[in-house]
Antibody, heavy 119, light 108 residues
Framework: QVQLIQSGAEVKKPGASARVSCEASGYTFTAYYMHWMRQAPGQGLEWMGWINPNTGATNFAQKFQGRVTMTTDTSINTSYLELSRLESDDTAVYYC????????????WGQGTLVAVSS | EIVLTQSPGTLSLAPGERATLSCRASQSVTSNYLAWYQQKPGQAPRLLIYGASSRVTGIPDRFSGSGSGADFTLTITRLEPEDSAVFYCQQYGTSPGTFGQGTKVEIK
């Protein structure tokens, strides 16, 4: 079955960077886009961007441009999200989710990774 | 970007009752590309409905989606205690895809 397994929780200081991984299994990794969303405590879902594991192409939400990097390692079916210059407002649960197209619904999600930013 | 407004914010109903959740878009959703997700506390969202009305395999038929254009509805008939969750709509017809702010369903 399709599984997306994310890395564990992280605590970071303001100004630092955080890197979250998402290991995929149960499907052809390069056939699906990998999207990243986040959810601040008690808040809704916020789309951050996507990466096409087949081509490496990326597309980011405007508010994260210049601060977000998305990469993949197709040899181990893993996607990575890196967010730099962290602020307290970046404290959230970060999710990876797959979609068959760049703009589509998300049929499988990772379990989520808490990134807490605190001095 | 398309803004999705969900209502009501919270719905408190008894087991066996019907829940009607609304999702209204700021403009028409291309090809009715509208999905619904259920999120329980501490869990990732789960896809319920896509294409406005297509139910994902394994989702109980108590869940149904309807609507077109800019107005969409998720209906949950015969509520069960495990249906307590926050429900989000998402449009994916226009990039960037966007989510509504969610409707919380509480079971009395």
């Amino acid at each position: 079955q399709v599984q997306l397994i994310q890395s564990g929780a992280e605590v970071k200081k303001p100004g630092a960077s955080a890197r979250v991984s998402c290991e995929a299994s149960g499907y052809t990794f390069t056939a699906y886009y990998m999207h990243w969303m986040r959810q601040a405590p008690g808040q809704g879902l916020e789309w951050m961007g996507w990466i096409n594991p087949n081509t490496g192409a990326t597309n980011f939400a405007q508010k994260f441009q210049g601060r977000v990097t998305m990469t993949t390692d197709t040899s181990i079916n893993t996607s990575y999200l890196e967010l730099s210059r962290l602020e307290s407002d970046d404290t959230a649960v970060y999710y990876c989710a797959r979609a068959i197209r760049a703009a589509y619904y998300f049929d499988s999600w990772g379990q989520g990774t808490l990134v807490a930013v605190s001095s | 970007e398309i803004v999705l407004t969900q209502s009501p914010g919270t719905l408190s109903l008894a087991p066996g009752e019907r829940a009607t959740l609304s999702c209204r878009a700021s403009q028409s959703v291309t090809s009715n590309y509208l999905a619904w997700y259920q999120q329980k506390p501490g869990q990732a969202p789960r896809l319920l409905i896509y294409g406005a009305s297509s139910r994902v395999t394994g989702i109980p038929d108590r869940f149904s989606g309807s609507g077109s254009g800019a107005d969409f509805t998720l209906t949950i008939t015969r509520l069960e205690p495990e249906d307590s969750a926050v429900f989000y709509c998402q449009q994916y017809g226009t990039s960037p895809g966007t989510f509504g702010q969610g409707t919380k369903v509480e079971i009395k």
